[in-house]
């Protein structure tokens, strides 16, 4: 009888712990990412009445169109709320890491020290590091809804290396490592809050 009344009072603290818990919980999804069929979960835990903490990854395991663009990458943030959790301006630091695929993407595009234009010819698999800081805003939609815009600045370290074309499996050179400085993030959240 006693064990009963043992195993009742842990199963009912625990409970009592999920439940409060479970309000302090955010699941999101990044749209900007969904838009070009990457698609990106996160979670975010209250742990303290202006902070919180959030996990947020993507995947893209398969070609576009005829575009190469495959890729994963985990982004663990902390974030501090100025008013209240998941409401509101909050500013983030937040690390990632991944890995990339990329090749046979047509475009011009030279930003902060980076060529992109190589990629329309060339294929460049690799993976990176980084670390930054970020700004944003939570718009409270209805009761368990939010809508979140958030901006990041910071700094990546890449190593890759390079193919010929998209689908080519003879690697023609391996790239110098590459620091990356500027945008790091920049999301549209959709979130449903517990």
């Known amino acids: 009888m006693k064990?009963?009344?043992?195993?009742?009072?842990?199963?009912?603290?625990?409970?009592?712990?999920?439940?409060?818990?479970?309000?302090?919980?955010?699941?999101?999804?990044?749209?900007?990412?969904?838009?070009?069929?990457?698609?990106?979960?996160?979670?975010?835990?209250?742990?303290?009445?202006?902070?919180?903490?959030?996990?947020?990854?993507?995947?893209?395991?398969?070609?576009?169109?005829d575009h190469y663009w495959k890729q994963?990458?985990?982004?663990?943030?902390?974030?501090?709320w100025f008013c209240q959790r998941f409401a509101g301006h909050f500013v983030g630091a937040h690390?990632?890491?991944g890995q990339y695929n990329f090749g046979n993407l047509h475009n011009n595009i030279k930003f902060l020290g980076t060529d992109f234009s190589k990629l329309t010819d060339e294929r460049h698999q690799g993976w990176m590091v980084g670390a930054g800081i970020a700004y944003g805003y939570d718009w409270i939609l209805s009761r368990h809804w939010n809508l979140?815009?958030?901006?990041?600045f910071g700094w990546v370290?890449?190593?890759?290396d390079v193919y010929p074309c998209a689908t080519c499996g003879t690697k023609t050179r391996s790239r110098k490592p590459h620091n990356y400085v500027g945008p790091t993030k920049a999301a549209i959240n959709l979130v449903y809050t517990f």
């Open 157 to 160: 370290y890449t190593r890759y």
């Open 3 to 65: 064990a009963k009344s043992i195993i009742t009072a842990i199963v009912l603290a625990v409970l009592g712990i999920a439940r409060v818990q479970a309000q302090d919980v955010a699941v999101k999804t990044d749209l900007l990412k969904d838009v070009v069929l990457t698609p990106t979960i996160g979670v975010e835990f209250g742990l303290a009445p202006k902070w919180t903490f959030e996990v947020s990854g993507s995947l893209n395991a398969w070609p576009v169109n």
């Open 95 to 97: 690390v990632l890491g």
């Open 148 to 152: 979140e815009a958030e901006i990041g």
């Open 72 to 80: 994963w990458m985990v982004m663990p943030e902390a974030r501090y």
